[in-house]
């Protein structure tokens, strides 16, 4: 989801977003040691996550968007 910058706000990323890409860089030592296909595994689980918190969060967002289309 793309969100809009504003003046209080200016390229805002959000806390999900942050979290992931923190977990990203933590999973690089685990992904040189682990097999390729369980690397692979642990990033899509992590992106997975992320986009279940962007669809909780984001939830009323997104119904305002919705309902303000013509």
Do not use: N, S
């Not at 969100?3 to 923190?22: D, H």
């Amino acid at each position: 989801m793309i969100r809009r910058t504003t003046a209080e706000r200016p390229g805002w990323i959000g806390p999900g977003r942050l979290a992931a890409a923190i977990g990203m860089l933590a999973l690089i030592p685990a992904a040189l040691a682990l097999p390729a296909l369980a690397a692979l595994g642990l990033v899509a689980a992590l992106c997975w996550a992320l986009i279940a918190w962007d669809v909780i969060h984001y939830r009323e967002h997104r119904t305002k968007i919705r309902q303000a289309r013509p």
